[in-house]
């Protein structure tokens, strides 16, 4: 992070490495868009790669000071907010994002509550408590970005919310060995009562294997819905959304080649099938 001030360019720029440092499926799938609208995408990840670092990577720091810092993050960018401007190495790029296409501040408020909530729940009891859970951390980002996009049809709202959630919970299958150790569970316990699965046992069992399969027709069914909104979506951000969607379904199809088994190794797309994902798609628009 810089130590000194920095222009709105630079804010950007950093924006834009910290989505090409952590969040790559996301940063390959902006290369379709049309420039003048990769940066707005860029602000609104590191907003939420902001926001998560102060969860998940201050090591072991109290939880009370974690969540002081994380409401201290959204004091300074609400105050920025209505100041109109911030000079915060992140923040001055979101502030300028949620101006330029009059992105509504509650969308942020909802996603800092469910950061809130990773600092104190640590497993959520049914589908519709996690929901609730995933409508700031994952439904809000599909609704901070249709302004961006810029859909034809206004029936793109709840699409872009189901695609959210497809995503979140596409992570919550890949993640659930490393959210074991942050000490979370993201699978709704109602699921692992019925098929009889110790998440905390690590084992890849028959009933694991069924509670996946399970779990990712929910998550294809949310896709399913995801599609009639891209459907919606002007053709350069239709091909922008379709690429992050191939890409992240692709992860489910990787939990599935390897039998299911996510405590033995990470399903992940390599880099290779991103880049040609996205060339298939810029190279009709020229790059």
């Given at each position: 992070?810089?130590?000194?001030?920095?222009?709105?360019?630079?804010?950007?720029?950093?924006?834009?490495?910290?989505?090409?440092?952590?969040?790559?499926?996301y940063y390959?799938?902006?290369?379709?868009l049309?420039?003048?609208?990769?940066?707005?995408?860029?602000?609104?990840?590191?907003?939420?790669r902001?926001?998560?670092?102060i969860?998940?990577?201050?090591?072991?720091?109290p939880?009370?000071?974690?969540?002081?810092?994380?409401a201290?993050?959204?004091e300074r960018?609400?105050?920025?907010?209505?100041?109109?401007?911030?000079?915060?190495p992140?923040?001055?790029?979101v502030?300028d994002?949620?101006?330029?296409?009059?992105?509504?501040?509650q969308?942020?408020?909802?996603?800092?509550?469910?950061?809130?909530?990773?600092l104190?729940?640590?497993s959520?009891?049914?589908?519709?408590?996690?929901l609730?859970?995933?409508?700031?951390s994952?439904?809000v980002?599909?609704?901070?970005?249709?302004?961006i996009l810029?859909?034809?049809?206004a029936?793109?709202?709840?699409?872009?919310?189901?695609?959210?959630?497809?995503?979140?919970?596409?992570?919550f299958?890949?993640?659930?060995?490393?959210?074991?150790?942050?000490?979370?569970?993201?699978?709704?316990?109602?699921?692992?009562r019925?098929?009889?699965?110790?998440?905390?046992a690590?084992?890849c069992?028959?009933?694991?294997?069924?509670?996946?399969?399970?779990?990712?027709?929910?998550?294809?069914?949310?896709y399913?819905?995801?599609?009639?909104g891209?459907?919606?979506l002007p053709?350069r951000s239709?091909?922008?959304?379709?690429?992050?969607r191939?890409?992240y379904?692709?992860?489910l199809?990787r939990?599935?080649?390897?039998?299911?088994?996510?405590?033995?190794?990470?399903a992940?797309?390599?880099?290779?099938?991103?880049?040609?994902v996205v060339?298939?798609?810029?190279?009709?628009?020229?790059?």
């Amino acid at each position: 992070m810089p130590s000194g001030p920095v222009t709105i360019g630079e804010s950007y720029a950093l924006c834009k490495e910290f989505n090409k440092r952590h969040g790559t499926t996301y940063y390959w799938s902006t290369k379709v868009l049309p420039p003048d609208k990769r940066p707005h995408v860029h602000a609104l990840y590191g907003f939420c790669r902001y926001a998560d670092d102060i969860v998940d990577d201050l090591g072991p720091v109290p939880t009370a000071e974690r969540e002081a810092a994380l409401a201290s993050f959204g004091e300074r960018f609400f105050r920025d907010l209505q100041a109109g401007a911030s000079t915060d190495p992140v923040l001055m790029a979101v502030v300028d994002t949620v101006q330029k296409f009059s992105l509504d501040p509650q969308c942020f408020r909802r996603f800092l509550r469910s950061m809130t909530m990773d600092l104190t729940v640590a497993s959520y009891d049914t589908w519709a408590d996690l929901l609730d859970y995933m409508d700031g951390s994952a439904a809000v980002i599909g609704e901070m970005m249709l302004p961006i996009l810029e859909p034809a049809d206004a029936a793109a709202f709840g699409h872009a919310r189901d695609l959210g959630n497809a995503f979140q919970l596409t992570n919550f299958l890949r993640d659930i060995n490393e959210d074991l150790d942050r000490g979370r569970m993201y699978v709704p316990q109602e699921d692992l009562r019925r098929f009889g699965v110790d998440l905390t046992a690590r084992t890849c069992t028959s009933q694991f294997i069924e509670l996946m399969k399970f779990e990712i027709d929910r998550c294809r069914a949310l896709y399913a819905s995801a599609d009639l909104g891209i459907a919606m979506l002007p053709a350069r951000s239709a091909r922008c959304i379709r690429a992050a969607r191939t890409l992240y379904s692709r992860i489910l199809e990787r939990i599935e080649s390897q039998n299911y088994d996510v405590f033995a190794r990470r399903a992940s797309v390599p880099t290779w099938q991103k880049a040609i994902v996205v060339g298939r798609l810029v190279v009709p628009f020229g790059g």
